[in-house]
């Protein structure tokens, strides 16, 4: 106790007592940085870290907003060198990952999964992770709960979750409220196929491109910082990004939105197997053939282990001195290997004729 008492008086005897009693030196035995309320991460570059704040002036300069989808930590990765705005974690990766032929089926542990890798490897854009079907129709505190798991396990900064019902919009609302930035998305909802009758564009007739005006609208009063618009015409985009005061990022929906968003592996022409053409969009631009890139070198890697070509020395690196290769085929014969001692001394015969 006499120790403790020295130092407290020693701490004491050191401090400048102001109007606002010791903070003046406290401040000096602190880890908490001079320039923040609480203790936490260091605030990022605002050139390494794409957050709301960069988007919105992008926004108000009417420079276009970037969005791919990810779904990894390579893709994370890559998405990161390009200088991408936003990193989507997709509930697509139902079907450009797992092989479904909707994105119904993937849940709500499963994106975890995808969210985590990505977050890995996507250090600068902004990361929003899809609320999967039945993770946010019940009630706002499933919603709710949902969006807190995509932060908190996910490693998100945001989420998105498909617009329509009133019901989505309330829950949007009540995730705004919760503290959670979220992206609204309207027109064609994936989720939403079994009502619309599959993946068919909207916004085609007066009503229907009235409800995507509408919807849009709605989102953003729930607070939405921006509103995906999906296969719907041109115009009806246009006329939605003029009413709106938030930015409307397009997929399908013309050149005359906010930014666009294209999946990963549509814009890179990564699959050409017959599921994927099936669902492969119409409005996507494959600005790559890596499926065609990959098909090419694992046909070659398949030939050149068969032939024997691979692995020749090149790739052969790790070396065994004479004196050692010596005693491991004594060792080898002392213990009734003679077959398997042959055969070493055979690959280093082959070795040195190579």
Known sequence: MVFFRSISR???SSLSKTRYGYYRKLRFLSNIPENTVYGGPKPQNPNQRITLTTLRQKYKKGEAITMVTGYDYPSG???????IDICLVGDSASMVVHGHDTTLPITIDEMLVHCRAVARGAKRPLLVGDLPFGTYESSTKQAVDTAVRVLKEGGMDAIKLEGGAPSRITAAKAIVEAGIAVIGHVGLTPQAISVLGGFRPQGRNIDSAVKVVETAMALQEAGCFSVVLECVPAP???????????????I???????????VYHDLLGMMQHPHHAKVTPKFCKQFGQVGDVINKALLEYKEEVTNGSFPGSAYSPYKI????????LNEL??????????????????????
């Open 10 to 12: 020693g701490i004491s």
């Open 77 to 83: 990765v890559h998405i990161d060198l390009a200088g």
């Open 236 to 250: 009806v985009a246009a006329a939605t990004t003029s009413a709106l005061r938030i930015p409307t990022i397009g």
């Open 252 to 262: 399908g929906a013309g050149p005359f939105c906010s930014g666009q968003v294209l």
């Open 321 to 328: 001195g004479a004196a050692d290769m010596d005693g491991f």
């Open 333 to 354: 014969q002392k213990l009734g290997f003679n077959d398997a001692a042959s055969a070493a001394a055979a690959a280093v015969e082959k070795i040195q004729t190579s």
